[in-house]
């Protein structure tokens, strides 16, 4: 006989339990700003904390949330401080994360059209809504008679990834998924693209030896005579150049490739342009930012984060197509189980045609709660807010003899450094980062480490920016005594 209890979680227990984390969540979001930001621990240290073999019998959740302050929280890097200023930002919010729970709870699998029409309609429609608030050319809606639309990718990689998928099916004439990859087929970005493009190059088959690095101005922007340049080598060598990858706002330095050249270059030798708007793609949601997507016309396919800089939590990348047939040609496959009328019809869009994986969940619902929180006016108030304190923070740099710009920031990123060098530069941010007060980054620009200041956490404002500067001033005032 087997005992008749009952191992699930009750809906009651379900709502006590449910408020217990949003409890937990926002007592979070309140004291974020007072934790290091970047993790103390050492490699090693949260595994040694946790059991050596998993619970014979069920915990309680109270236990479970005990260890969640205990052993895990001290292992995060606290992404959503005021104080992180790293890589990029990687916005939570409470709509977002609201919306997030409500699609966890609904489980939905949006693979179809027929496994949840709302998942799949409010997704084309919400797309539809970011374009228009982008002001992106019209072929990149759903609604427009040219066959476009958008999609949510995980993330910018996947998106690219399918953009070099369907650029390669394009060039072979839709033979290569069939017959193999051509070797000849060439592609383009910057020496600054992210490095997603040469990873999607594996992945794709064409092999990363087959991606020209393009060389950049002063700028740290692709030069579209070298560009063509190449382009030009490579037909002469009997190759076939099948892709571009243009980018705005380079990770590195938030460099913007200058879209109209490259992409009347592409026009005239039938390249696939792909661009690559990640981080920076927020702050066309701004008429008086909309000039960075100058050109985009040319494009054939365009990405941007909104789970970066528009305060909807991790992973939801939006990406848009102009010839939306040209992409699902290049995804399909349709086995006998998935097979149904509405798909037969014509008459549906099924996402999974759409990109790689053929499962996925509904992320259009945080999106749409995060639009309809903070309207048009709310989102525009936060970017020109966030690009307006990171050029005041470019400003304090330019009035200290001990530090310069490494280039003009056009947006929210300050690439600067100290006057002395790299080894003072790497002691400056190690001693800031050890300290968790705040959480700087590096790249490398013409030879030289850079610091890098990305201001666009959801929560931060003058003064967590204005402490920053002073830290920072602060630390390099005791290595230079």
Sequence with gaps: MTDDKSYHMTPDEFREHGYAVVDWIADYMNRVES???????????IRAALPTAPPESGESFGVMLKDLDDIILPGITHWQSPNFFAYFPANASGPAILGDLLASGLGVQGMLWL??????????????????????PDKFKSTTSGGGGGVIQHTASDASLCALLTARERATK?????????????????????????KAMMIAGLGKNNLRLIDVDQTMAMKPPELEAAIADDL????????????????????????????????????????????????????????IHAGLEFADSYCFNPHKW???????????????????????????????????????????????????????LKLWFVIRHYGIQGLQHHIREHIRLAQEFADWICADDQFELAVDPPLNLVCFRHIRGDEINQRIMDDLN??????????KMNDKLTLRMSIGQTHTRYRHVERAWQLIRETAGGLDS
């Design 115 to 136: 496994t949840s029409p709302a998942c799949t309609e409010l997704e084309t429609h919400v797309l539809d809504w970011v374009a228009k608030m982008l002001d992106l």
């Design 35 to 45: 934790l290091p930001v970047l993790s103390q621990v050492k490699p090693g240290d």
């Design 434 to 443: 050890r300290s968790g007060k705040i959480y700087l980054t590096h790249t």
């Design 174 to 198: 839709f033979t290569s998924n069939s017959t193999g990859i051509n070797r000849k087929l060439i592609a383009y970005t910057s020496t600054q693209a992210h490095s997603s493009i040469e």
């Design 310 to 364: 528009m305060f909807t939590n991790f992973d939801c990348d939006c990406f848009f197509i102009a010839d939306r047939a040209a992409l699902i040609n290049t995804l399909s496959i349709l086995p006998e189980y998935l097979r149904n009328e509405a798909t037969a019809s014509g008459a549906v869009i099924d996402y999974r045609d759409w990109h790689v994986p053929l499962g996925r969940r509904f992320r259009a």
């Design 236 to 291: 002469e060598d009997g190759l076939k150049p099948c892709f571009v990858c243009a980018t705005v706002g380079t990770t590195s330095s938030n460099a913007m490739d200058p879209l109209p050249e490259i992409g009347e270059i592409c026009r005239r030798y039938g390249i696939w342009l792909h661009v690559d708007a990640a981080m920076s793609g927020t702050a066309a949601l701004c008429p008086e930012f909309r000039h």
